[in-house]
Nanobody
Framework: QVQLLESGGGLVQAGGSLRLSCATT????????MAWFRQAPGKEREFVAA????????SYADSVKGRFTTSRDNAKNTLFLQLTSLKPEDTAVYYC???????????????WGQGTQVTVSS
């Protein structure tokens, strides 16, 4: 069993930055590939970024490429998402997920956090 807890969300102006964290308990983080997804009001959940268990590979949605960076600290069992150059359309609840597949769909991940709200004002 893996439990995930996101933090770091908040209200920020367009062009600003935030750093999201995802702390894990249970099995060690290094056993799993990790990802970030987001869901805006009235929209379906969408893939944001993924990182392999070792951190050697990352993948990003085109909409965030060059602005968001995901990283992990396996010693601290924590996943990060650095958000920069934020836009109003980045407003969403951001979720971290863990699983055995390095993919961009929700089905690739078995465990999910509760989410943290990111709101970008124009």
């Amino acid at each position: 069993q893996v439990q995930l807890l996101e933090s770091g969300g908040g209200l920020v102006q367009a062009g600003g930055s935030l750093r999201l964290s995802c702390a894990t308990t249970g099995r060690t983080l290094s056993s799993y590939h990790m990802a970030w997804f987001r869901q805006a009001p009235g929209k379906e959940r969408e893939f944001v970024a993924a990182i392999t268990w070792s951190g050697s590979r990352t993948s990003y949605a085109d909409s965030v490429k060059g602005r968001f960076t995901t990283s992990r600290d396996n010693a601290k069992n924590t996943l990060f998402l650095q958000l920069t150059s934020l836009k109003p359309e980045d407003t969403a609840v951001y979720y971290c997920a863990a699983g055995g597949m390095f993919g961009s769909t929700g089905a690739d991940y078995m465990w999910w956090g509760q989410g943290t709200q990111v709101t970008v004002s124009s």
